[in-house]
């Protein structure tokens, strides 16, 4: 099993910037994929960017491609660098970790079998 855990998440103005952390427990060394979701109020969870073990392979949703950065450090701890924010970015953000998906659909949230609680990202 695998555990996850978020932080980072705050108040912001647009225009700001938040650096989002997950920090992994237990069997990380069967995680090769992870992955940030979103999800704001009455809308469906959805997927802001997936990382391959050791940064071989990144995706970003068009949404945030350009302003968004996912980084994965040795320990695979996952992090979510959030640039220039907009008040459409404001969601409960979740990791998410797998050991085993198809890479064309990473950022689909049933590709994944490990989340966490969630951080929530408010700009305003």
């Known amino acids: 099993h695998v555990q996850l855990v978020e932080s980072g998440g705050g108040l912001v103005q647009p225009g700001g910037s938040l650096r989002l952390s997950c920090t992994a427990s237990g069997d990380r060394s069967s995680i090769l994929y992870m992955a940030w979701f979103r999800q704001a109020p009455g809308k469906e969870r959805e997927g802001v960017a997936a990382i391959k073990s050791s940064g071989r392979g990144i995706l970003y949703a068009n949404a945030v491609r350009g302003r968004f950065t996912i980084s994965q450090d040795s320990a695979k701890n996952t992090y979510l660098q959030m640039n220039n924010l907009q008040p459409e970015d404001t969601a409960m953000y979740y990791c998410?970790?797998?050991?085993?998906?198809?890479?064309?659909?990473?950022?689909?949230?049933?590709?994944?079998?490990?989340w966490g609680q969630g951080t929530q990202v408010t700009v305003s």
């Open positions: 998410a970790a797998d050991p085993d998906l198809l890479w064309v659909q990473a950022l689909l949230p049933h590709q994944y079998d490990y």
